[in-house]
């Protein structure tokens, strides 16, 4: 199984600008560079491309020459020709704050769905704290119970606590405080008490302290304790008089208030009483109080800020809205520095860090305050549209986390003094509540309370760096042939083209369907369009140059969900949010808005049809959300089959009664085991969350059964996904599967259209939701998604081939398997490119990723670095494996030899049972199929061997013992390229001696001087001639036989003489005069030098035909 590590011969990151890769030094030599004199603007350096990349080439060691002139191109915006520091401060200057944009966007907070704990309060939950000892989350409502949570949120103790000074009806408990380093809590009442609590003992909650007799009733209160002095801390308390109180203990690891004394004989009772007036006048050695009455209306909140010592309060008064109270030594009142705020303050917050206050104004703003500057705030955060109720810090991302009354959530940056995010409509509906807001840093989690109930929003865990392909969540992205382009869409309703084979962002569309949400996309025939389909109940059609050319009303003027568009040869069909299938006809396409028409084959489903897929020339498949799948003929429209294997028989209610609720847990498009509740959804309700930004819509609805059990039983039958295995034409109709599917709770089916049965079922991805897939033009591979993010890849090329009399549950063999996304995958698509198989997945997290069927990551769409599709050959780990075992000696040959000829007969007869010729399609024995023998036959292996021990050869002098080169040691046959050369009787040849002509070389070969002396007169024949001999003894009996016969021939045949004679007439003559003087100069020349030596030289045999013409001319 392969894993998702990065293969550096597969992905190569080419295109890394160069300005990303300039430092401050280069920054600064180019600088000093171009300002020398020059004829530029300010008398500076000004050149064109070709002097400018030859300076960057001297002065940086950057870059190449295109890459310079690339540069030059993006800095020469206007086309002059000329560029100087300025042109190029300028484009640096902007391709940073890009960058920084970017780098911002990665920062922006990603919330799992919003969850509703069962609470076991009864009336309005105050405050929500967290302990550090126990790790623990405590609730504590009006009424006085306390409920106890875990890490995971599970809840373990629910307490009421009592209060003797007054009756259980009347009491009210208004705050808390946790105690962290001494493990107690303290609670606030309306009696004007506040008790302390040990949480240590076994008897847990018991109050050991109570403070009695205060003047006004406690509101708020905060504690701090001395990280370098373990028995001193600090409570300050905030009341209904506008007072602040500082609590200064001296001694809390012995106790918080001096013990009174007690007559002897007398116990000691188990909660001591303080006296509130006895604290004023300074009479408690452990404690001291401090306080400051500088509010005219209630104490909102209290906290004490330990970076500036002081205590920082607020109230909802214009005068005085936030005070600072600082404690002077031995005095018993504090110095205050006041805020006017207009309307006042319902909240605050402090960052020690950034050294900022931030507050929830009664104005609908939220300010950002220097702590020493009180004329006015250092930032202004617009946006609520009612008063703030909440804000808290989020100190490690640099946040500001806000909340109105009206419902609505916003993120901050700080720095920026931008909103980052906006969540609104999730939250409870109901008239004016109570809220509180606790967000808890170390876990990500925000904690709001709506009177009795408890909300959860939870980060999902943040990926560093992560790029994202889309501001919100991506629903679909699919694949262009004609211009090698990806087209995806998001819940923001934007759409973006991006170039394939870079990763880059070509063209960008906002605002595509207004604020409503594309659900799903889809191409034209000819793929120069492309559709939008949208949760308003319309579908696009737009051109690439953002162009709408028209609108199609799918939803009759109401919103609908469509999950997805079918474009045929004449019509297109949209599906998703009814039983019928609704159909466009092309000739319609000639003006702008275009009604449906007349499907003619009526109502075939009993549920909403959720997909389809098309088969040319003529069949379609429709599969609806019970499970059934209908086969249609597009020609005549109506239905043909149905495939009801796994079909959920149910009463289904009337669509015109169905409307779509938001519960508590709503699911993302993913039904998973785990759900209890499921909501409805309508024909002609508008989908709430349509205009949401982190909560997709829900594929959900009412059950008959509320059981745990027929939620499962449902899920099992729901299809998300159907595709026809268009290789596989051939094969249903001798029982093999030619269609597959996939939906709810993780199942994948294998379909025969034909004989309208299931071939086989298994279940791909375990404890899931629903699953999405996409399977290869050759139907090799299918790719599964889960709601989980995880990636399968599934080896179908010899799966459900041949009929089987049971059903299959065995999988296919899984080929890799990888997690590319840390949420639910929305569509997958898959290309080829550079014969490479590609997988392009859309997801929730915003990201749209190219990898390839190995689970190598080509990259992230919109990612700064190019990347580059190159040819992938994956190494196989078989051969691997068989490289890393010792070869084989010749007595372990010798020792399988007999067993491999015994088995040679077995082995043939397992290929004939294996593989089915007669049952194989037409496809599988076309000489272009690539079939798959690698790890299959016995030949593949052993080429395979041999050839995974090439490619370890780098040097000849470390060559490995290939069998071909060491077959004399090995004793195995010789093989590659020369294996059939027999070269055993090499061995005994002996040496070779040189031959005569390289001993004697100046015997048959003249030198180069030799050659410019040279006489032009060639050699007489004579001086050549070493014996005499005549014609007779030079040729061959049958030849001078055969020569003689001709003569006569040509004597006799006076026809054939006169014809001759005719044709060869005008050449016989000019050749006569030159072969008789050839003649008399052959045989002077034979006669001469015949006189001197004694001997006679040979006779030509241009001589010979001469005198030979000559005889037959007389």
Same mark, same amino acid.
């Given at each position: 199984?392969?894993?998702?590590?990065?293969?550096?011969?597969?992905?190569?990151?080419?295109?890394?600008?160069?300005?990303?890769?300039?430092?401050?030094?280069?920054?600064?030599?180019?600088?000093?560079?171009?300002?020398?004199?020059?004829?530029?603007?300010?008398?500076?350096?000004?050149?064109?491309?070709?002097?400018?990349?030859?300076?960057?080439?001297?002065?940086?060691?950057?870059?190449?020459?295109?890459?310079?002139?690339?540069?030059?191109?993006? @800095?020469?915006?206007?086309?002059?020709?000329?560029?100087?520091?300025?042109?190029?401060?300028?484009?640096?200057?902007?391709?940073?704050?890009?960058?920084?944009?970017?780098?911002?966007?990665?920062?922006?907070?990603?919330?799992?769905?919003?969850?509703?704990?069962?609470?076991?309060?009864?009336?309005?939950?105050?405050?929500?704290?967290?302990?550090?000892?126990?790790?623990?989350?405590?609730?504590?409502?009006?009424?006085?119970?306390?409920?106890?949570?875990?890490?995971?949120?599970?809840?373990?103790?629910?307490?009421?606590?009592?209060?003797?000074?007054?009756?259980?009806?009347?009491?009210?408990?208004?705050?808390?405080?946790?105690?962290?380093?001494?493990?107690?809590?303290?609670?606030?009442?309306?009696?004007?008490?506040?008790?302390?609590?040990?949480?240590?003992?076994?008897?847990?909650?018991?109050?050991?302290?109570?403070?009695?007799?205060?003047?006004?009733?406690?509101?708020?209160?905060?504690?701090?304790?001395?990280?370098?002095?373990?028995?001193?801390?600090?409570?300050?308390?905030?009341?209904?008089?506008?007072?602040?109180?500082?609590?200064?203990?001296?001694?809390?690891?012995?106790?918080?208030?001096?013990?009174?004394?007690?007559?002897?004989?007398?116990?000691?009772?188990?909660?001591?009483?303080?006296?509130?007036?006895?604290?004023?006048?300074?009479?408690?050695?452990?404690?001291?109080?401090?306080?400051?009455?500088?509010?005219?209306?209630?104490?909102?909140?209290?906290?004490?800020?330990?970076?500036?010592?002081?205590?920082?309060?607020?109230?909802?008064?214009?005068?005085?809205?936030?005070?600072?109270?600082? @404690?002077?030594?031995?005095?018993?009142?504090?110095?205050?520095?006041?805020?006017?705020?207009?309307?006042?303050?319902?909240?605050? =917050?402090?960052?020690?860090?950034?050294?900022?206050?931030?507050?929830?104004?009664?104005?609908?703003?939220?300010?950002?305050?220097?702590?020493?500057?009180?004329?006015?705030?250092?930032?202004?955060?617009?946006?609520?549209?009612?008063?703030?109720?909440?804000?808290?810090?989020?100190?490690?991302?640099?946040?500001?986390?806000?909340?109105?009354?009206?419902?609505?959530?916003?993120?901050?940056?700080?720095?920026?003094?931008?909103?980052?995010?906006?969540?609104?409509?999730?939250?409870?509906?109901?008239?004016?509540?109570?809220?509180?807001?606790?967000?808890?840093?170390?876990?990500?989690?925000?904690?709001?309370?709506?009177?009795?109930?408890?909300?959860?929003?939870?980060?999902?865990?943040?990926?560093?760096?992560?790029?994202?392909?889309?501001?919100?969540?991506?629903?679909?992205?699919?694949?262009?042939?004609?211009?090698?382009?990806?087209?995806?869409?998001?819940?923001?309703?934007?759409?973006?083209?991006?170039?394939?084979?870079?990763?880059?962002?070509?063209?960008?569309?906002?605002?595509?369907?207004?604020?409503?949400?594309?659900?799903?996309?889809?191409?034209?025939?000819?793929?120069?369009?492309?559709?939008?389909?949208?949760?308003?109940?319309?579908?696009?059609?737009?051109?690439?140059?953002?162009?709408?050319?028209?609108?199609?009303?799918?939803?009759?003027?109401?919103?609908?969900?469509?999950?997805?568009?079918?474009?045929?040869?004449?019509?297109?069909?949209?599906?998703?949010? =009814?039983?019928?299938?609704?159909?466009?006809?092309?000739?319609?396409?000639?003006?702008?808005?275009?009604?449906?028409?007349?499907?003619?084959?009526?109502?075939?489903?009993?549920?909403?049809?959720?997909?389809?897929?098309?088969?040319?020339?003529?069949?379609?498949?429709?599969?609806?959300?019970?499970?059934?799948?209908?086969?249609?003929?597009?020609?005549?429209?109506?239905?043909?089959?149905?495939?009801?294997?796994?079909?959920?028989?149910?009463?289904?209610?009337?669509?015109?009664?169905?409307?779509?609720?938001?519960?508590?847990?709503?699911?993302?498009?993913?039904?998973?085991?785990?759900?209890?509740?499921?909501?409805?959804?309508?024909?002609?309700?508008?989908?709430?969350?349509?205009?949401?930004?982190?909560?997709?819509?829900?594929?959900?609805?009412?059950?008959?059964?509320?059981?745990?059990?027929?939620?499962?039983?449902?899920?099992?039958?729901?299809?998300?996904?159907?595709?026809?295995?268009?290789?596989?034409?051939?094969?249903?109709?001798?029982?093999?599967?030619?269609?597959?599917?996939?939906?709810?709770?993780?199942?994948?089916?294998?379909?025969?259209?034909?004989?309208?049965?299931?071939?086989?079922?298994?279940?791909?991805?375990?404890?899931?939701?629903?699953?999405?897939?996409?399977?290869?033009? =050759?139907?090799?591979?299918?790719?599964?998604?889960?709601?989980?993010?995880?990636?399968?890849?599934?080896? @179908?090329?010899?799966?459900?081939?041949?009929?089987?009399?049971?059903?299959?549950?065995?999988?296919?063999?899984?080929?890799?398997?990888?997690?590319?996304?840390?949420?639910?995958?929305?569509?997958?698509?898959?290309?080829?490119?550079?014969?490479?198989?590609?997988?392009?997945?859309?997801?929730?997290?915003?990201?749209?990723?190219?990898?390839?069927?190995?689970?190598?990551?080509?990259?992230?769409?919109?990612?700064?670095?190019?990347?580059?599709?190159?040819?992938?050959?994956?190494?196989?780990?078989?051969?691997?494996?068989?490289?890393?075992?010792?070869?084989?000696?010749?007595?372990?040959?010798?020792?399988?030899?007999?067993?491999?000829?015994?088995?040679?007969?077995?082995?043939?007869?397992?290929?004939?049972?294996?593989?089915?010729?007669?049952?194989?399609?037409?496809?599988?024995?076309?000489?272009?199929?690539?079939?798959?023998?690698?790890?299959?036959?016995?030949?593949?292996?052993?080429?395979?061997?041999?050839?995974?021990?090439?490619?370890?050869?780098?040097? !000849?002098?470390?060559?490995?013992?290939?069998?071909?080169?060491?077959?004399?040691?090995?004793?195995?046959?010789?093989?590659?390229?020369?294996?059939?050369?027999?070269?055993?009787?090499?061995?005994?040849?002996?040496?070779?001696?040189?031959?005569?002509?390289?001993?004697?070389?100046?015997?048959?070969?003249?030198?180069?001087?030799?050659?410019?002396?040279?006489?032009?007169?060639? !050699?007489?024949?004579?001086?050549?001639?070493?014996?005499?001999?005549?014609?007779?003894?030079?040729?061959?009996?049958?030849?001078?036989?055969?020569?003689?016969?001709?003569?006569?021939?040509?004597?006799?045949?006076?026809?054939?003489?006169?014809?001759?004679?005719?044709?060869?007439?005008?050449?016989?003559?000019?050749?006569?005069?030159?072969?008789?003087?050839?003649?008399?100069?052959?045989?002077?020349?034979?006669?001469?030098?015949?006189?001197?030596?004694?001997?006679?030289?040979?006779?030509?045999?241009?001589?010979?035909?001469?005198?030979?013409?000559?005889?037959?001319?007389?």
């Amino acid at each position: 199984m392969a894993s998702n590590t990065n293969n550096s011969n597969s992905v190569l990151i080419y295109g890394v600008k160069l300005e990303n890769r300039l430092n401050i030094q280069d920054l600064q030599q180019l600088k000093s560079a171009f300002m020398k004199t020059g004829d530029g603007y300010n008398d500076r350096l000004s050149l064109d491309k070709e002097e400018f990349c030859k300076l960057l080439k001297n002065v940086l060691t950057k870059g190449t020459y295109e890459e310079h002139c690339d540069l030059f191109d993006k @800095i020469d915006v206007t086309k002059e020709r000329k560029v100087d520091w300025d042109k190029i401060a300028s484009h640096l200057l902007l391709e940073y704050v890009e960058k920084d944009d970017r780098v911002k966007a990665t920062q922006v907070p990603q919330w799992k769905n919003i969850k509703s704990l069962q609470s076991p309060h009864k009336d309005v939950i105050q405050k929500v704290a967290f302990l550090r000892n126990t790790s623990r989350y405590i609730v504590i409502s009006k009424e006085g119970t306390i409920s106890t949570w875990d890490n995971q949120l599970h809840r373990q103790k629910t307490i009421k606590i009592h209060n003797e000074s007054v009756k259980p009806r009347d009491m009210w408990v208004t705050n808390f405080i946790v105690l962290q380093n001494i493990n107690k809590i303290a609670l606030a009442f309306t009696s004007k008490e506040i008790a302390f609590y040990d949480l240590s003992s076994k008897l847990e909650f018991n109050c050991q302290y109570k403070v009695v007799g205060l003047e006004h009733t406690p509101l708020s209160m905060d504690y701090w304790s001395d990280p370098e002095n373990a028995n001193q801390a600090t409570m300050v308390l905030g009341d209904t008089g506008g007072f602040v109180y500082a609590f200064l203990f001296q001694s809390v690891n012995i106790a918080l208030f001096d013990r009174p004394h007690q007559p002897a004989g007398e116990s000691q009772e188990q909660t001591i009483m303080v006296d509130f007036r006895k604290l004023q006048k300074g009479k408690f050695k452990n404690c001291r109080l401090v306080k400051h009455n500088g509010h005219k209306d209630w104490t909102r909140q209290v906290k004490y800020a330990s970076h500036l010592e002081c205590f920082i309060s607020c109230a909802t008064t214009y005068q005085n809205a936030l005070v600072l109270g600082w @404690i002077e030594k031995a005095k018993q009142k504090m110095k205050l520095t006041t805020f006017n705020i207009t309307q006042g303050v319902n909240s605050f =917050d402090y960052h020690s860090v950034i050294n900022l206050i931030g507050t929830a104004g009664v104005d609908h703003q939220v300010c950002l305050w220097n702590p020493y500057v009180i004329s006015k705030p250092v930032g202004v955060l617009r946006g609520h549209m009612a008063p703030v109720l909440h804000v808290q810090f989020n100190a490690s991302r640099m946040q500001l986390i806000s909340f109105s009354k009206d419902k609505v959530l916003r993120v901050w940056d700080v720095q920026l003094q931008v909103c980052l995010q906006r969540l609104a409509g999730m939250f409870p509906k109901g008239p004016e509540m109570a809220t509180s807001m606790f967000f808890h840093d170390e876990r990500n989690r925000l904690f709001i309370t709506f009177n009795y109930q408890l909300t959860l929003l939870e980060m999902k865990p943040e990926v560093k760096d992560r790029v994202l392909s889309h501001e919100k969540p991506v629903t679909c992205a699919i694949y262009n042939t004609t211009y090698n382009q990806v087209v995806s869409a998001c819940q923001g309703s934007t759409v973006i083209v991006w170039m394939l084979d870079t990763g880059q962002k070509a063209k960008q569309f906002l605002n595509c369907h207004g604020n409503s949400e594309i659900t799903t996309l889809a191409f034209d025939q000819s793929e120069t369009r492309f559709m939008t389909g949208s949760t308003d109940g319309t579908v696009k059609i737009w051109d690439f140059n953002g162009h709408c050319h028209n609108m199609l009303n799918a939803g009759m003027g109401g919103p609908v969900d469509i999950y997805q568009i079918v474009t045929l040869k004449r019509s297109t069909l949209i599906l998703g949010w =009814d039983r019928y299938i609704t159909v466009f006809r092309n000739q319609q396409l000639n003006q702008f808005h275009v009604e449906p028409s007349d499907w003619k084959g009526g109502q075939e489903h009993q549920d909403d049809i959720l997909c389809a897929s098309f088969q040319p020339p003529s069949t379609l498949a429709t599969a609806s959300y019970d499970g059934e799948i209908v086969i249609w003929n597009t020609n005549s429209e109506v239905a043909s089959r149905h495939l009801r294997d796994r079909f959920l028989k149910k009463s289904m209610r009337s669509r015109e009664k169905t409307r779509l609720t938001l519960k508590s847990e709503p699911t993302f498009l993913s039904i998973s085991k785990a759900a209890t509740q499921t909501s409805m959804r309508g024909k002609n309700t508008p989908s709430l969350l349509a205009n949401k930004d982190d909560v997709m819509r829900p594929i959900t609805r009412a059950l008959s059964s509320s059981s745990e059990d027929s939620v499962d039983e449902q899920n099992d039958y729901i299809i998300t996904r159907v595709a026809f295995l268009e290789a596989r034409k051939n094969s249903s109709a001798a029982g093999g599967a030619n269609l597959v599917s996939c939906g709810g709770n993780g199942w994948v089916r294998f379909w025969n259209t034909s004989k309208n049965r299931l071939i086989a079922e298994f279940v791909a991805h375990q404890h899931v939701g629903l699953l999405v897939m996409a399977a290869s033009k =050759d139907n090799h591979f299918l790719v599964t998604g889960d709601s989980d993010g995880n990636i399968k890849v599934w080896n @179908i090329q010899e799966y459900c081939l041949r009929e089987s009399d049971n059903i299959i549950t065995q999988p296919p063999p899984m080929s890799a398997s990888w997690q590319p996304h840390v949420d639910m995958i929305n569509h997958i698509t898959l290309c080829e490119r550079n014969d490479r198989l590609l997988i392009i997945t859309a997801s929730l997290d915003c990201s749209v990723q190219l990898w390839d069927i190995y689970g190598n990551q080509i990259g992230v769409f919109g990612q700064e670095d190019h990347w580059k599709i190159e040819q992938y050959i994956p190494v196989n780990e078989e051969a691997e494996k068989e490289d890393e075992e010792p070869m084989r000696t010749n007595e372990d040959e010798k020792e399988q030899l007999p067993q491999l000829s015994e088995d040679n007969h077995d082995f043939s007869d397992e290929v004939a049972m294996e593989v089915d010729a007669d049952n194989l399609p037409e496809e599988y024995f076309e000489p272009l199929t690539k079939v798959s023998t690698w790890g299959k036959t016995r030949l593949g292996k052993g080429y395979q061997e041999i050839r995974s021990r090439k490619r370890e050869r780098k040097q !000849p002098g470390t060559i490995p013992d290939l069998p071909y080169l060491t077959s004399d040691k090995t004793g195995q046959p010789p093989a590659g390229p020369y294996g059939a050369l027999v070269v055993n009787q090499l061995d005994t040849v002996g040496t070779l001696k040189r031959p005569d002509f390289v001993v004697h070389p100046h015997r048959y070969f003249r030198s180069t001087e030799d050659e410019g002396k040279q006489d032009t007169k060639l !050699p007489s024949i004579a001086d050549e001639l070493k014996t005499a001999f005549d014609e007779r003894s030079f040729f061959p009996k049958y030849i001078l036989e055969y020569e003689a016969k001709m003569k006569s021939h040509h004597r006799n045949d006076p026809e054939v003489a006169l014809n001759l004679q005719k044709k060869d007439l005008p050449r016989r003559k000019s050749r006569v005069w030159n072969s008789n003087n050839n003649f008399s100069t052959s045989v002077a020349n034979i006669q001469k030098p015949a006189t001197k030596s004694g001997r006679l030289t040979p006779i030509t045999e241009k001589q010979k035909q001469s005198s030979r013409l000559n005889e037959s001319m007389s």
